[in-house]
């Protein structure tokens, strides 16, 4: 079976491709289909949003595709960045710019009250328009500046719940264990081998 992946992004490819390519599935990106269009993400929920990008992109390349939303979610800042956690700083935010906004946000806020997660949904849709999605969170807190120059994002100033290091702090497997993008595939690879789609 082959799943297409509704993304461009190289460290999603490369994250989802470590914590489920060892099954029996081909994993294609949008690489492969360059007349699949960018899938705008103008919904209101991460689900939504996952929703889809992954339908637009099982209609295009009639395989079963899957597409995550996912972000961070600050407890004193009302839920933000939330769905615009990858362009919070503006259109074409980078990630340095966007964890800049971030900090200046923060910088009044106390040690004790800089609460937050990261959520994550990872919609699968097949060409005959069904979709199943799965949901993975990690609570933890914002840091006052960025440590480690591992992952993506905001990882650099996200301590997971009961760590004393960064994800970006983190080698590519301790952060796959605890991140809420992990807990989804879990739930995802679970899934499909529920239903036997190797066989």
Known sequence: ?????????????????????????????????????EVEEDRSTFEANAVKKAMAIAK????PSL??????????????????????AGEGADDRKNIE??????H??????????FVCCMAL??????????????????????RGFNGFGYDPVFYPEGQSRTFAEMTDEEKDTLSHRGKALRELRSYLEEIKIFE
């Open 1 to 37: 079976m082959e799943i297409v992946l509704a993304t461009r992004n190289k460290k999603k490819i490369e994250e989802i491709k470590r914590i489920i390519g060892d099954i029996l599935i081909s994993i294609l990106t949008l690489n492969n289909f360059p007349g699949c269009l």
């Open 60 to 63: 295009c390349v009639g395989k």
């Open 67 to 88: 597409a995550d939303d996912s972000g961070l979610e600050v407890y004193a800042l009302n839920g933000a960045p939330g769905i615009l956690s990858s362009r919070y």
């Open 101 to 106: 906004k971030l900090l200046y946000e923060m």
């Open 108 to 117: 009044s806020i106390d040690d004790e009250k800089r609460g937050a997660r």
């Open 125 to 146: 849709a097949f060409p005959d328009g069904s979709v199943k999605t799965f949901f993975g969170h990690v609570e933890g807190r914002i840091g006052k500046e960025p």
